[in-house]
């Protein structure tokens, strides 16, 4: 039996909609490249778990990550509006982060991606 080849099925008008600069292709490759890198899913999965961490609280509970890359993982996700800080302005320091409506919608994708995975372990 041959496998049905579906993007040539497909008008020529709608591939580029898909494939072409601003396709699905690649928004999925921005969001792939957003939440890549070896600590960001586990990031913003306690986020989702826990609505709020402060960073000591990450460190201690992510096994193996650094200060540093916890506080660059933080910064990206934040810089990519994915997560929020809040800053208390308290001495001493107090802050913690949160998923913003960005990072909740992300979520269900995720847990999506995850679902799939339990479903074809290789």
Do not use: N
Not at 82 to 97: K, M, S, T, W
């Amino acid at each position: 039996m041959t496998e049905a080849i579906t993007h040539l099925k497909v008008p020529m008008e709608e591939q580029r909609l898909c494939l072409g600069p601003d396709g699905s292709v690649a928004h999925v490759s921005h969001v792939l490249a957003t939440i890549g890198g070896r600590w960001k899913l586990p990031i913003l999965f306690r986020l989702f778990a826990q609505p709020a961490w402060r960073p000591s609280q990450l460190l201690r509970d992510i096994d193996g990550i650094s200060q540093k890359m916890l506080t660059q993982h933080l910064r990206d996700l934040e810089a990519d509006g994915l997560i929020a800080r809040h800053d208390f302005g308290e001495q001493p320091p107090h802050v913690e982060y949160t998923l913003t409506d960005a990072g909740r919608d992300l979520m269900p994708a995720l847990m999506a991606v995850r679902d799939f995975a339990r479903r074809h372990q290789s």
